[in-house]
């Protein structure tokens, strides 16, 4: 009777701790499910197989949805990540009011008439968002403090470099951020959403997955076959990315950063990372035309603790990627330096002149 008693529980012990492998394994794949906007309890969704048996979550998919949300979590909503259904129902009759008036053709009586483009030319939220912030972890939404290194290099960075926050004129080419030099927005600023240019590709093919994003027009080939990332001697503005299946989530992890001026922010803005900087993205699809994002940002030398960001992005009909000139950019550099010492030079002689 001892035996048979031990031997059921050893087969209980192990049912039960599979079902709990079981729910771990699925845990990822329904919060992404109810995070994108699906109905608590709804079945996961599976995403059809590529010819080679992988997950296909190909497209193009955009994040306009979440351009009005902030990357951190404004304080009135606390640790709310969700906006209540009344709430959403204001956004979208907001959104609805905007295509409207993006469709206005004339102005309107006495309306103040500025110079810029037309309203129809911007990129708007095409339906309300579900989260109040793209921070999900911590549960305020906010940005975890910065160690001691982290805010010497973000004071550096707001006194030095013009898009960190400096007015002053640039001395040299390496007082502007990579993002005004139309070079880079990092691998989380390639993401997350900004006022247009929100269109990222994914392509795949047997044991890589390609990711092409709008604007600045990056690309990365990430191979999916198990191989070590380079050494640490080779870095660059996006890092060395390898990829991995776990279940119908694409994982890509991605290391070896330049020490460089791109932060974890819109366009690449905020704090300059480090050369620790690890990035561990989720891609899922979470329906035929939705994937949903997930990044973790670990950064000992910036951060004081690792952080998540995470939100969906979804296809939507008629939706292509432009190509991303910045021609402006390009000369833009050159004539703010040859304007800034043309104006040294104005009061160099200015001030000569008075002496005299």
Request: charged letters at 20%; proline letters at 8%; hydrophobic letters at 35%.
């Given at each position: 009777m001892r035996h048979r008693i031990l031997g059921s529980c050893v087969v209980l012990t192990a049912a039960v701790i599979a079902v709990i492998l079981a729910a771990a394994w699925l845990a990822p794949a329904a919060q992404a499910q109810q995070a994108a906007g699906s109905a608590p309890g709804a079945k996961p969704y599976t995403p059809p197989k590529t010819p080679w048996g992988d997950p296909d979550i190909q497209g193009i998919f955009t994040s306009d949805d979440y351009i009005n949300v902030g990357l951190q979590r404004q304080p009135q909503f606390g640790d709310r990540l969700f906006f209540t259904e009344e709430e959403m129902a204001q956004r979208n009759a907001q959104i609805q009011n905007q295509a409207k008036n993006d469709l206005q053709e004339f102005a309107n009586p006495d309306a103040r008439v500025g110079t810029g483009p037309p309203g129809h030319?911007?990129?708007?939220?095409?339906?309300?968002?579900?989260?109040?912030?793209?921070?999900?972890?911590?549960?305020?939404?906010?940005?975890?403090a910065l160690t001691p290194d982290g805010r010497e290099r973000d004071a550096w960075a707001r006194a030095n470099i013009q898009g960190?926050?400096?007015?002053?004129?640039?001395?040299?080419?390496?007082?502007?951020?990579?993002?005004?030099?139309?070079?880079?927005?990092?691998?989380?600023?390639?993401?997350?959403?900004?006022?247009?240019?929100?269109?990222?590709?994914?392509?795949?093919?047997?044991?890589?997955?390609?990711?092409?994003n709008e604007m600045v027009h990056e690309a990365r080939i990430i191979p999916l076959d198990g191989r070590p990332h380079v050494g640490s001697n080779i870095r660059s503005y996006m890092g060395d990315s390898r990829g991995r299946w776990e279940g119908n989530t694409l994982v890509v992890e991605t290391t070896n950063f330049l020490h460089n001026k791109t932060g974890i922010g819109p366009n690449g803005g905020g704090p300059p990372?480090?050369?620790?900087?690890?990035?561990?993205?989720?891609?899922?699809?979470?329906?035929?035309d939705e994937l949903y994002y997930e990044l973790d940002v670990d950064d000992p030398k910036t951060f004081t603790r690792p952080f998540k960001i995470a939100f969906p992005i979804r296809q939507v009909p008629g939706y292509k990627n432009f190509e991303y000139a910045c021609h402006e950019g390009n000369h833009g550099m050159m004539n703010q330096l040859s304007a800034a010492r043309a104006q040294e030079k104005a009061a160099e002689e200015a001030a000569k002149k008075g002496q005299q």
């Amino acid at each position: 009777m001892r035996h048979r008693i031990l031997g059921s529980c050893v087969v209980l012990t192990a049912a039960v701790i599979a079902v709990i492998l079981a729910a771990a394994w699925l845990a990822p794949a329904a919060q992404a499910q109810q995070a994108a906007g699906s109905a608590p309890g709804a079945k996961p969704y599976t995403p059809p197989k590529t010819p080679w048996g992988d997950p296909d979550i190909q497209g193009i998919f955009t994040s306009d949805d979440y351009i009005n949300v902030g990357l951190q979590r404004q304080p009135q909503f606390g640790d709310r990540l969700f906006f209540t259904e009344e709430e959403m129902a204001q956004r979208n009759a907001q959104i609805q009011n905007q295509a409207k008036n993006d469709l206005q053709e004339f102005a309107n009586p006495d309306a103040r008439v500025g110079t810029g483009p037309p309203g129809h030319w911007g990129e708007r939220a095409r339906r309300a968002p579900r989260q109040t912030s793209l921070i999900v972890d911590p549960a305020d939404g906010r940005m975890p403090a910065l160690t001691p290194d982290g805010r010497e290099r973000d004071a550096w960075a707001r006194a030095n470099i013009q898009g960190a926050g400096t007015s002053r004129p640039a001395d040299s080419w390496e007082g502007y951020s990579y993002y005004i030099r139309c070079i880079t927005r990092g691998v989380a600023g390639s993401m997350l959403p900004v006022i247009y240019g929100n269109g990222t590709e994914i392509v795949q093919g047997p044991g890589y997955v390609a990711i092409m994003n709008e604007m600045v027009h990056e690309a990365r080939i990430i191979p999916l076959d198990g191989r070590p990332h380079v050494g640490s001697n080779i870095r660059s503005y996006m890092g060395d990315s390898r990829g991995r299946w776990e279940g119908n989530t694409l994982v890509v992890e991605t290391t070896n950063f330049l020490h460089n001026k791109t932060g974890i922010g819109p366009n690449g803005g905020g704090p300059p990372t480090s050369d620790a900087l690890r990035l561990v993205e989720r891609f899922t699809r979470t329906a035929p035309d939705e994937l949903y994002y997930e990044l973790d940002v670990d950064d000992p030398k910036t951060f004081t603790r690792p952080f998540k960001i995470a939100f969906p992005i979804r296809q939507v009909p008629g939706y292509k990627n432009f190509e991303y000139a910045c021609h402006e950019g390009n000369h833009g550099m050159m004539n703010q330096l040859s304007a800034a010492r043309a104006q040294e030079k104005a009061a160099e002689e200015a001030a000569k002149k008075g002496q005299q």
